[in-house]
């Protein structure tokens, strides 16, 4: 399921050449605050790659919601006590 979600997100990034140094900017919108540059278009990907499975952990640690992507929900839901 990680995996899926990691994939639906990806396919969403976005990225542009900066003008003031030609370094690549990259990002996700469905995921507030995912970005990263790099000097190549390779380099960013595998930054913004990185920064989104962090960005995941991180919102799963602090149980703060994560967006639906393409029908793919990777909230964790809390198990019945029994």
Known sequence: ML???LHAAAA???????????????????????????????ACRNELLSALEDWILFRIHRHLPLPVI????LTVKAEASS
Do not use: K, N
């Open 3 to 5: 995996t899926e979600y």
């Open 12 to 42: 969403h990034a976005r990225y542009e050449i900066l003008p003031e140094d030609l370094d690549f900017y990259g990002e996700i919108p469905p995921c507030p605050g995912v970005h990263a540059t790099g000097s190549t278009l390779e």
């Open 70 to 73: 393409d029908g793919v929900d």
